[in-house]
């Protein structure tokens, strides 16, 4: 039995492109879908669509398209009020296609042929093997720059495109994986990506170029399997450039606020603001507790007092969002906690100890200070994530 052909949407936003629109509708349609249905790359069906999503343009790009859809039955075109940044276009487009067009997949595609249409077949083939989601790099392998590109282009895409993978995903493996977050072309899965992500486009952090770094960095988050293919970016065929002025420095803004303003971060921030709460307490109890107390006894003391305080503050705060409330099950968690705090009392009383014997009982701060970061917290983010407050698993 054949299988059901599945629909992939090259959505192209447009502004001002009656010049290339056109040409590129055709050229689709004559020769990349040919090459798609003839299986010169391929091995499934695929029912190809365009979807224009044109912000009002005044050259009659509109028109252009609409004399296109007359002649071609999959070319559609969905008018903007007025151009609103090609992040909006984008998301707009990608609603359009999952309610009009039975999207199965949508592409992000640029109309003025700095994408290679060739690339699409590649990029499809990829969906076949299982991919989820899978960009055009200029920086792999069989992927260029433009060869028409001036210095300062070329250095604000390269030293931009790394920075923005730098605040993005530095240190994580993420950060190896995509060699080209600005990058324009891309295709993504629908179900399970696509109609997962907040399509509002108010939600963007930016309705211009720089959605491209906020979109990949959710569509990444919900486990896209992912891929890069090689993109050979070329100079646009005719009419003029779009980019603004400000770009380099949105994307650079937009960079930091979804590093910043993710889960992982903001939780790892507040971990170590309770952390530095908890050294404070263990050190001036220390300090305290050694006034008539000997040791080993006021590092187990002053340890399990800071054991209490961060309890208390990640509860309420870092871990928020599994926050323990019953009260049965906050005396339970805190035994739980406590009892996986032993591991942080033993490691501190132990070479608190060790170092006071060693090198005198003057420098016990300096001796926290030390055993703290290198042994204690590695540890407590361990165990917090894996046993105190892990999170649920979500069933997919
Ligand atoms: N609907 C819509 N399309 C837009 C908007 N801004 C840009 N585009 C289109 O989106 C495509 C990609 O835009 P950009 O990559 O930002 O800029 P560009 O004009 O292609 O820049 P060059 O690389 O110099 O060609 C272009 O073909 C534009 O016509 C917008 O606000 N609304
Ligand atoms: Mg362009």
């Known amino acids: 039995?054949?299988?059901?052909?599945?629909?992939?949407?090259?959505?192209?936003?447009?502004?001002?492109?009656?010049?290339?629109?056109?040409?590129?509708?055709?050229?689709?349609?004559?020769?990349?879908?040919?090459?798609?249905?003839?299986?010169?790359?391929?091995?499934?069906?695929?029912?190809?669509?365009?979807?224009?999503?044109?912000?009002?343009?005044?050259?009659?790009?509109?028109?252009?398209?609409?004399?296109k859809a007359k002649k071609y039955s999959n070319v559609f075109l969905y008018t903007e009020t007025s151009k609103d940044g090609i992040g909006a276009a984008y998301l707009k487009g990608f609603k359009y296609s999952m309610e009009h067009l039975k999207a199965d997949f949508v592409f992000e595609f640029d109309g003025d042929f700095q994408h290679p249409p060739e690339t699409i077949p590649v990029m499809l083939k990829a969906m076949e093997d299982g991919y989820d989601y899978v960009i055009g790099s200029r920086k792999v392998k069989g992927g260029s720059n433009p060869k028409g590109w001036g210095f300062k282009r070329v250095f604000f895409s390269e030293v931009g495109g790394f920075v923005a993978r730098f605040i993005m995903f530095f240190p994580f493996k993420n950060f190896f994986k995509v060699t080209d977050p600005t990058t324009g072309l891309k295709v993504t899965r629908v179900c399970g990506f696509v109609d997962k992500l907040n399509l509002d486009y108010t939600h963007l952090y930016t309705k211009s170029f720089g959605y491209k770094l906020q979109l990949l960095f959710e569509t990444l988050k919900l486990g896209a399997k992912f891929k890069e293919v090689p993109l050979q970016f070329h100079v646009r065929n005719a009419g003029e450039s779009k980019i603004e002025a400000s770009t380099a420095k949105d994307i650079f803004r937009v960079a930091i606020l979804i590093r910043w303003y993710d889960d992982f971060t903001q939780k790892f921030l507040k971990f170590g603001t309770v952390g530095f709460i908890g050294f404070l307490v263990n050190a001036i109890f220390l300090n305290l507790f050694s006034k008539f107390l000997n040791k080993p006894w006021p590092w187990m003391f002053s340890a399990e007092l800071s054991i209490i305080s961060n309890f208390i503050l990640n509860n309420t705060w870092t871990f928020k969002s599994q926050k323990i409330s019953a009260p049965s099950d906050i005396a339970k968690k805190f035994l739980q906690f406590n009892t996986s705090s032993i591991g942080a009392i033993i490691i501190q009383t132990i070479f608190g100890t060790i170092a006071e014997t060693l090198f005198g009982t003057d420098h016990k701060t300096l001796y926290l200070a030390i055993i703290i970061p290198f042994l204690i917290l590695p540890y407590n983010w361990f165990m917090y994530n894996t046993f105190i407050w892990r999170k649920k698993k979500q069933s997919k």
Do not use: H, R
Request: no cysteine.
């Open 1 to 67: 039995m054949k299988n059901k052909a599945s629909t992939a949407v090259i959505v192209i936003p447009t502004y001002n492109e009656a010049d290339n629109i056109g040409k590129m509708i055709d050229y689709l349609n004559t020769k990349t879908f040919k090459d798609i249905e003839e299986k010169k790359v391929n091995k499934e069906d695929w029912d190809m669509k365009i979807l224009v999503v044109d912000g009002n343009s005044p050259d009659g790009t509109g028109k252009v398209v609409e004399e």
